[in-house]
């Protein structure tokens, strides 16, 4: 006959040995949007605007440049610098520029 309780007990076993997400990732906590790891290390994502050196003069670009590398040989710890550029549909905004010109360019007449 089969026995409910040997049944359970067998069920329990099998549950203890199954891999969840927590024992699986290094992660030990998150705290103040940084990922603490089991071992110590810590992990954390930074999001920082772009800036278009074509908009800026050769000084300029030369200042951005160095204030870049001067921040990069700063840190004594590795970093991971992932740049993602996204697409962006200007086509409404130019018809809009394109249909209202006239105004457009009094607008910006008037406050100079």
Do not use: C, W
Not at 60 to 69: M, R, S, T
Not at 76 to 103: A, G, H
């Amino acid at each position: 006959m089969f026995n409910l309780g040997e049944q359970s007990k067998v069920q329990k076993a099998k549950h203890d040995n199954v891999f969840n997400t927590e024992n699986m990732l290094p992660i030990s906590e998150i705290k103040n949007d940084t990922i603490i790891l089991k071992d110590g290390g810590l992990r954390s994502i930074m999001k920082v605007t772009g800036l278009n050196l074509d908009l800026k003069n050769a000084d300029e670009q030369q200042i951005v440049l160095e204030q870049y590398k001067k921040f990069l040989n700063g840190l004594d710890f590795p970093v991971q610098i992932l740049v993602r550029n996204t697409y962006l549909d200007l086509s409404n905004y130019l018809n809009y520029i394109k249909t209202n010109v006239e105004s457009i360019e009094n607008i910006v007449l008037q406050k100079q």
